[in-house]
């Protein structure tokens, strides 16, 4: 069966901007969780949404905002991009969030 | 709070020989989900093995076992027989549950793990 798909793989944004990041979940799993990557910070949660609503939220300004749709896919927004936000964007999906978490390949966002 | 420590940033192993990733938690849940998965340079995140508090038994997964001391709060990974295939970080984490009742996941800062041939 298919993995977690994120898009795109790769992204160059200017400062100021704004970007919206996707994923898709594994078929049945429906709880989708995020993570930004840094060298300096590690792996850190942004948000986790399970049936369309949030459920968890990480330390992260209000510029970071995420949904999920109905049919699990799950889309994450950072609006007003700062040089910061550079960073390995991971989504994981998973059916309860009981077992291993399925991880994406990652959306690698830089911001120049 | 959860929390995950990884002492180790790196490591080397001689291939074919076992290795000991360690990993040490802290949470007041009483009951919790540990997890380690492996990142190579390509980025993702590769699940390895999983053991829940209450299980009895330490989790085995092929090359792959978890050694569970849930009185020293300790989970470390021990992996066997070391293949060049295994250079890669290492992350340790922790499923509990935030005040709010739901789960949280919560990763340790990584051990990069280098085998040399």
């Known amino acids: 069966k298919a993995g977690v798909t994120q898009t795109p793989r790769y992204l160059i944004k200017t400062r100021g901007q704004q970007v919206t990041l996707s994923c898709s979940p594994i078929?049945?799993?429906?709880?989708v969780s995020w993570y930004q990557q840094t060298p300096g910070q590690g792996l850190q949660f942004l948000f986790e949404?399970?049936?369309?609503?949030?459920?968890n939220k990480g330390n992260f300004p209000g510029r970071f905002s995420g949904r999920q749709f109905s049919n699990s896919r799950s889309e994450m927004n950072v609006s007003t991009l700062e040089l910061g936000d550079s960073a390995l964007y991971l989504c994981?999906?998973?059916?309860?969030?009981?077992?291993?978490?399925?991880f994406g390949s990652g959306t690698r966002l830089t911001v120049v | 709070a959860q929390k995950i420590t990884q002492t180790q940033p790196g490591m080397f192993v001689q291939e074919k020989e076992a290795v000991t990733l360690d990993c040490t938690y802290d949470?007041?849940?009483?009951?919790?989900?540990l997890f380690w998965y492996k990142q190579p340079s390509s980025g993702e995140m590769i699940f390895l093995i999983y053991?829940?508090?209450?299980?009895?038994q330490n989790a085995t997964e092929g090359r792959y076992s978890l050694n569970f001391q849930k009185a020293r709060k300790s989970a470390n990974l021990v992996i066997s027989a070391s293949q060049l295939g295994d250079s890669a970080m290492y992350f340790c984490?922790?499923?509990?549950?935030?005040?709010?009742?739901?789960?949280?996941?919560?990763f340790g800062t990584g051990t990069k793990l280098q085998v040399i041939p």
């Open positions: 994981a999906s998973s059916f309860s969030g009981d077992e291993g978490y399925t």
């Open positions: 078929s049945g799993h429906r709880s």
């Open positions: 949404y399970f049936s369309e609503t949030q459920r």
């Open positions: 949470t007041s849940d009483p009951s919790y989900g």
């Open positions: 053991q829940g508090s209450y299980d009895q």
């Open positions: 984490a922790m499923r509990g549950v935030n005040s709010g009742g739901y789960q949280k996941v919560t």
